[in-house]
């Protein structure tokens, strides 16, 4: 919860871009705990934990150089994702937000800042 309000992304984006990309970290071919499969490094890009590569994927997805457009999951999965899987990707992507309750419509910080 704390680096969705951090970086202003709902905190089931990740957990859905995790579920996407490496079936929720069973599938891990980026490197341990790159539960994203995040390759800042080829494939050779370990995190040293879950929780520095979730914040890394924020800093990623919010940092203006990166142009990613968080309007909704098709915008932001086409940016985050270039293969030939990437239409399965966002597929599941979108299903996990929904399995969430969450709109793939509606990528930022759903709760109050207080």
């Keep these: 919860m704390t680096s969705g309000a951090q970086y202003n ?3 089931r984006v990740f957990v859905s871009l995790a579920g996407a990309e490496t079936t ?3 599938h891990i071919t980026a490197g ?8 800042y490094n080829g494939m050779n890009s370990p995190f040293s934990s879950f929780q520095s590569a979730i914040n890394a994927v924020g800093r990623s997805l919010t940092n203006p150089r990166n142009a990613y457009n968080l309007t ?3 915008t932001l999965y086409g940016r985050y ?19 969430q309750a969450a ?3 509606k990528l930022h910080y759903p709760c ?3």
């Design 72 to 74: 909704n999951t098709a």
């Design 103 to 105: 709109s793939t419509n």
């Design 112 to 114: 109050k800042k207080g």
């Design 32 to 39: 341990q705990f790159n539960a994203f499969n995040v390759l």
């Design 9 to 11: 992304i709902d905190p």
């Design 81 to 99: 994702c270039s293969g030939a899987g990437c239409g399965a990707g966002l597929k599941n992507l979108n299903t996990f937000m929904k399995q």
């Design 24 to 26: 929720f970290g069973l």
